[in-house]
């Protein structure tokens, strides 16, 4: 036995397993082809249903908003920016964890996200489709929208560069395209894979398109990887930027409690916490409904648990921060905003926002409750909630500006809810047909961190090192 050999054989191991059930290549084949070719399940058809009927409701409410305008709306004269800019933000904020699971953690080599990672990637595009639709429609005039795209038009006037519409713009087009390509790109293999197992005509001819022509040789491998690795270092910067933009629109006005250079690490931390939050829901409902759990095991979901306890942590720092430096400026506007926020009329919203945000991820030091299935399930679900209450107040600091004389109380109307529950049909819908259609796990890269892959170093990088 070579020195390496005895050095490996010595540590002791300690860690869980990736993939439980000591599968083979062709198992993992088979338990993640079996739901893109057996029948949809009638659990399926009745969650299918549901969502295309919430989809149906938010178009005939858009046709609606676009035929009365925004006036169907709660905005009232002080609160311009209602819950379509809410949520806006809040649907930005789901697509984070995506590219977050597949780029960076891609790029720290943690083979812990192979099995998640297609989830995260399907969740980051529909969910910034949802996001487009509210800055879209926010506007009022929906038929120029295209004046926020740097094109002149047919009247030679290009867009105004200051406006933070066009840096949604530019933002949120760019992540969705390096986001769109980085998921196809990782699908390529699978693809064939199911190319090669087709049984009808179509699906072999619609497979085969979108697999181009992979036969899994040796040159192709390498110019795949190459690919996969030069898009997830263009999509690192973009966790970073996009929210960082985002949350420029609300830093660069004069508001009080909005002019603060924390917005952007604040927003970037809140958006990488509830995408963790959301991918961690659709991750517990699909692991039992297709049985993935030797291949999504609690060894992942602890893991996804740590990274909501530290997003969590900052979140919350970020919010005592923001109290600190209004105590500490001495201005008294900066004062009276955040004084408003915990005791004024939308303090039920705030404090629904710390519980949710800061106090429910603590409950993740405890290992015994970061692999309860349950408290992993109500935690994710509570944590959005918050972050969209988070949202939620910080436009509702428009209800109490300078002018006393002008403040008014915002509160939603039918249509306001309407539309954002629409939108969860439409991320629904999306989500169910990627389901059913496409691999749900990346299975090329699973099988790439099983001790068959590498039966030398097999049971260490099984744990990400």
């Keep these: 036995m070579n020195e390496a050999a005895k050095r490996l054989a ?17 198992t993992i084949t088979e338990r993640v082809s079996c739901v893109t070719e057996g029948k949809p399940t009638k659990w399926w058809w009745a969650l299918f249903s549901v ?38 933000v809040w649907w930005v904020g ?57 094109i002149p038009n047919a009247m030679a006037m290009w867009p105004n560069f200051r406006s933070p519409l066009l840096w949604d713009s530019f933002a ?17 293999p699978d693809l064939a894979t199911l190319r090669d197992r087709a049984k009808s005509r179509i699906k072999k001819i619609l497979t085969g398109i979108f697999s181009l022509g992979w ?15 030069v ?20 830093a660069t006005s004069l508001l009080p409690g909005w002019h603060t250079t924390i917005f952007p690490p604040y927003f970037v931390a809140g958006a990488i916490f509830s995408g963790f939050a959301m991918v961690m829901t659709l991750t517990l409902i699909a692991r039992v409904a297709f049985n993935l759990k030797e291949i999504i ?13 530290l997003t969590g942590s900052m979140v919350g720092y970020a919010y005592s921060m923001e109290f600190f430096i209004a105590w500490y400026s001495g201005n008294d506007y900066e004062r009276f905003a955040f004084v408003n926020r915990a005791f004024g009329p939308y303090a039920w919203a705030y404090w629904i926002m710390i519980s949710c945000n800061v106090l429910v991820p603590q409950m993740f030091w405890f290992k ?59 991320f629904f819908t999306f989500f169910l047909l990627f389901l059913k259609f496409l691999p749900m796990v990346a299975m090329s890269e699973v099988k790439g961190i099983l001790p068959q892959a590498n039966p030398h170093h097999g049971h260490i990088s099984e744990g990400g090192h």
């Excluded at 036969?215 to 690795?229: D, P, S, T, V």
């Excluded at 898009?231 to 609300?250: C, K, Q, R, Y």
């Excluded at 918050?386 to 949202?391: A, C, L, Q, T």
């Design 10 to 26: 010595a540590i002791p191991d300690r860690l869980e397993p990736m993939i439980e059930g000591d599968p083979t290549f062709e």
């Design 51 to 88: 969502s295309v009927s919430l989809t149906g409701l938010l178009f005939f409410q858009l046709a609606y908003l676009f035929w009365e305008g925004t006036g169907i709306w709660g905005l009232n004269n002080p609160v311009g920016w209602g819950w379509a800019i809410v949520n806006f």
């Design 94 to 150: 789901i697509g984070h964890a995506g590219t977050l699971i597949s780029a960076i953690l891609f790029l720290l080599r943690q083979r812990w996200r192979t099995s998640i990672n297609r989830f995260a990637e399907a969740m980051t595009i529909f969910a910034v489709i949802c996001a487009l639709l509210f800055p879209t429609i926010h506007v009022g005039r929906v038929w120029v929208i295209y004046w926020v795209m740097p």
């Design 172 to 188: 949120v087009g760019t992540y969705f395209t390096c986001s769109l390509l980085f998921w196809y790109v990782g699908l390529v």
């Design 215 to 229: 036969r899994g040789g040796n040159r192709q491998w390498k110019h795949y990887e190459l690919a996969y690795l």
């Design 231 to 250: 898009l997830a270092g263009i999509s690192t910067p973009l966790v970073l930027s996009v929210h960082s933009i985002v949350s420029t629109d609300f």
């Design 297 to 309: 095991t609690l060894r992942h979901l602890e893991l996804m648990c740590k990274v909501m306890l």
């Design 368 to 426: 015994k409750l970061r692999r309860s299935i349950p408290v992993m399930f109500v935690a994710s679900i509570l944590i959005n909630v918050g972050m969209w209450f988070e949202r939620f107040v910080i436009v509702s600091t428009l209800s109490r500006g300078f002018l006393p004389s002008s403040w008014d109380y915002y509160s939603p109307t039918l249509f306001d809810i309407g539309i954002y529950v629409g939108s969860f049909g439409l």
